[in-house]
T-cell receptor, first 115, second 112 residues
Framework: NAGVTQTPKFQVLKTGQSMTLQCAQD?????MSWYRQDPGMGLRLIHY???????DQGEVPNGYNVSRSTTEDFPLRLLSAAPSQTSVYFC??????????????FGQGTRLTVV | DAKTTQPPSMDCAEGRAANLPCNHS???????VYWYRQIHSQGPQYIIH???NNETNEMASLIITEDRKSSTLILPHATLRDTAVYYC?????????????FGKGTHLIIQP
């Protein structure tokens, strides 16, 4: 199993550009989520999805869009990149939202720099 | 979700047991204690979780006090590869506003 795969690993954007961070999982997990991690800080939840066709906002959703057309994929779109979005982005999945004791699996991260 | 308090950093000698404390004095009866770690530049990795009983798996042991207000993660024989930031997270399993709330964690440094 590949687990959770994120692409690209590194990206540099100019202010105002848009791009999509890709996330795919091959574990048939219903629940997927996106986090950002800034230097010296913990992870903060951006958006999450409890299943195909269902998404919701997390703690820091502004400037980001998501969609979930398939169980496997959960892309994160930056509409108009800003320097404040320079961060490391992690995608995570777990079996489902409602079960007890489910662990989350994380991708290896996308390091994004906006200049 | 209940707030957790962890020391910002700890050292441990290679081969010794690493004991990482976590205070969660406001934990509710239906909240679990989860531990994750993040090795430099990698995604977080699940370690262990528990509700009120002590738990053990191939990676670590989790000791939860009887009043559930604190817990200790034990890595029985620490190696250099265990150097990482360790996060203690308390939350209701499967409910509420979702996601895992990661604080700043404890930076565990294993010394050779």
């Amino acid at each position: 199993n590949a687990g959770v795969t994120q692409t690209p690993k590194f990206q540099v954007l100019k202010t105002g550009q848009s791009m999509t961070l890709q996330c795919a999982q091959d574990m048939n997990h219903e629940y997927m989520s996106w986090y950002r991690q800034d230097p010296g800080m913990g992870l903060r939840l951006i958006h999450y999805s409890v299943g195909a066709g269902i998404t919701d906002q997390g703690e820091v959703p502004n400037g980001y869009n998501v969609s979930r057309s398939t169980t496997e994929d959960f892309p994160l779109r930056l509409l108009s990149a800003a320097p404040s979005q320079t961060s490391v982005y992690f995608c995570a999945s777990k079996r489902d939202r409602g079960s007890l004791n489910t662990e989350a699996f994380f991708g290896q991260g996308t390091r994004l720099t906006v200049v | 979700d209940a707030k957790t308090t962890q020391p910002p950093s700890m050292d441990c000698a290679e081969g010794r047991a690493a004991n990482l404390p976590c205070n969660h004095s406001t934990i509710s009866g239906n909240e679990y204690v989860y531990w994750y770690r993040q090795i430099h530049s990698q995604g977080p990795q699940y370690i262990i979780h528990g509700l009120k009983n002590n738990e053990t798996n191939e990676m670590a042991s989790l000791i939860i006090t009887e009043d559930r207000k604190s817990s200790t993660l034990i890595l029985p024989h620490a190696t250099l590869r265990d150097t990482a930031v360790y996060y203690c997270i308390v939350r209701v399993a499967g409910g509420g506003a979702d996601g895992l709330t990661f604080g700043k964690g404890t930076h565990l440094i294993i010394q050779p």
